[in-house]
């Protein structure tokens, strides 16, 4: 499963669930080691942009990042 705003960013598992729960912590993985560097995070490409080969699906992530460590 592809996070397609997230470079190399992806979740694998035996099944759908387990598939979007790898790919969330993949993407909170990405988001914490590209935040080490730098703030400048990709922009969100919107579900009406994605175009779908036959047999895909699309969907939405919720990325919920931790507070330790981070200054606000």
Partial sequence: MDV???E???G????RQDALEDA???GVNW?????EDSMNFP???H???IKLKDGEEKTMLA???PKEGWDE
């Fill in 47 to 49: 579900l009406d942009d």
């Fill in 8 to 10: 190399g960013c992806f």
């Fill in 43 to 45: 922009k969100q490409t």
């Fill in 31 to 35: 988001l914490l080691v590209e935040s």
């Fill in 12 to 15: 694998e598992g035996k099944d």
């Fill in 24 to 26: 969330r912590h993949a």
């Fill in 63 to 65: 990325f919920l990042m």
């Fill in 4 to 6: 397609i705003d997230l």
